[in-house]
């Protein structure tokens, strides 16, 4: 009950992100900041239309390849959790959210928030970005941390898994103790599932955020030249940003139907935003003082969260694990992978 409502809590947040940000209005905005730099040289309705529906088919159907993938890697022999190729794809797809929220989130609230249609007081006085991202890294700890109290204190049912030499152990939930048969140390072993759930709530919960605040703008955009380079780049965000999410989900153990609602989340997630920025083009402006506040505080909140993410809980968790600690060669490639999947990223924020 506990995982359900935290899920409901999740979307109940979402929702109200886009609510809010569908009541945002053209009015306000000063008439110098009606457009972008440069719209008037390519700008087709029509057009935009058109890549905006392949756009939504294309995303939806790469984040659910991406987020998919790890979650069928226990048929591959090679890409079960506890070999070394899962660690190297999991250490790539790190790098990919990493480098979202340093080279694509951030920036993108960085521009919102120091808007010349914006006040220069208090707007361009404070770094706001930087100090709500500052804010979201540390929420995002205090979220980690009380998640774990929380759920140490009143138990999790688990049920039954196998250990490596095919010993059978039972997990039940005894006002918050968790006995065991047939095998020792399983306080290392529960603590470090529940762990992997509470990273993957809250990892998701980042990347809607922001996924919703593309989306939008995508969707209310009638410039063809900025649409067409992003779909190709959001397609291979959510591609790979899919794939780590998914390795999270995978390493919690989900039931089958609380897999299948993460996955439909995050895949619909974008296309959603899109659809609605399409419905709300007419009345929404990205260059209006509300919505530059909105979406730049957004990001900002996303930026900080995914960054604590992919540093403490995604790679520092992997790196300083038992695994990687007694393979030096299994580090640096899995160093490599996280510089590759990064600086990918990185190269995307070109036309993204």
Request: a neutral charge.
């Amino acid at each position: 009950m506990a995982m359900i409502s935290t899920e409901l809590r999740s979307t109940i947040i979402v929702l109200f992100i886009l609510l809010t940000i569908s009541t945002l209005q053209t009015s306000g905005a000063s008439p110098d900041c009606s457009f972008e730099s440069g719209s008037n040289k390519c700008h087709n309705k029509v057009e935009s239309l058109k890549l905006k529906i392949i756009a939504i088919t294309s995303i939806l159907v790469t984040s659910m390849i991406g987020v998919c993938l790890p979650l069928f890697s226990r048929t591959v022999p090679a890409l079960q959790p506890n070999r070394d190729l899962f660690i190297l794809v999991k250490s790539f797809a790190s790098g990919v959210i990493l480098a979202t929220g340093y080279m694509h989130v951030m920036p993108d609230s960085f521009n919102c928030l120091t808007s010349e249609c914006l006040p220069e007081n208090p707007w361009r006085k404070f770094p706001f970005t930087t100090f709500v991202a500052m804010l979201s890294a540390i929420l995002t700890l205090m979220v980690d941390s009380f998640a774990m109290s929380y759920y140490k204190k009143h138990g999790l049912e688990v049920g039954v898994q196998s250990s490596k030499d095919g010993t059978h152990v039972e997990l039940q939930n005894n006002n918050g103790h968790f006995h065991a048969s047939g095998m020792g140390g399983l306080d290392d072993k529960q603590s470090q599932l529940l762990r992997h759930r509470v990273v993957a709530q809250v990892l998701e919960l980042g990347i809607v955020v922001h996924s919703v605040v593309i989306g939008l703008s995508m969707g209310a955009s009638d410039n063809p030249c900025t649409i067409r380079p992003l779909v190709a780049a959001l397609c291979f965000h959510q591609l790979f940003e899919g794939m780590g999410l998914g390795g999270c989900i995978l390493q919690a153990e989900y039931g089958l139907k609380t897999k299948a609602i993460m996955v439909l989340f995050f895949s619909a997630t974008t296309p959603f935003g899109i659809a609605l920025g399409i419905s709300l083009s007419n009345v929404y402006s990205e260059n209006s003082p509300t919505a530059l506040i909105v979406v730049g505080l957004l990001n900002a909140s996303s930026a900080g969260l995914l960054n604590y993410m992919a540093l403490v809980d995604l790679l520092a968790s992997d790196f300083m694990g038992s695994k990687l600690q007694k393979s030096l060669k299994l580090q640096i490639w899995a160093f490599v992978a996280v510089l590759l999947g990064a600086g990918g990223m990185s190269l995307m924020a070109k036309w993204a």
